[in-house]
């Protein structure tokens, strides 16, 4: 792959190169960062704030089965420790498949923009 983006990168004028460079993928934490801004922002808050929750009640369940004499408290406990932490791994699964898509995204606007800026060469070359 990176034979071909020197290609690519070779074919471009040095504007366009350093157009392409100013939209280059972030790094991670911006692109984390990124998951709580645009129109799903607000659900992605709601989720982690959500995930958050559930994952100290899941210690605090697993914490009060650990201390449990009885041994149907201690079931008890522990099913709720293992729920609320698997509801943790699945809002982070979650808010990891929106970082995905998001670079996906982000992946086809480059191409939109290097098939505009060859378009525009290509224009410039038949005038």
Known sequence: MNKLDDAIGQALSAEDRELLARHAEPGYLRQAIGVFHGPMGWVMWLL??????????????????????????????????????????????????????????????????????????LDRHVR
Do not use: D
């Not at 449990?68 to 982070?92: D, M, N, R």
């Open 48 to 121: 982690y704030l959500l995930g958050g929750i559930a994952f100290l009640a899941g210690l605090y369940a697993l914490w009060q089965m650990i201390g449990s004499s009885e041994p149907l408290a201690a079931i008890k406990w522990g099913v709720a420790a293992l729920v609320l932490v698997q509801f943790t791994t699945v809002a982070k699964g979650f808010m990891g498949n929106h970082l995905e898509a998001n670079r996906s995204l982000r992946e086809i606007k480059r191409l939109e923009l290097q098939v505009s800026l060859l378009r525009q060469a």
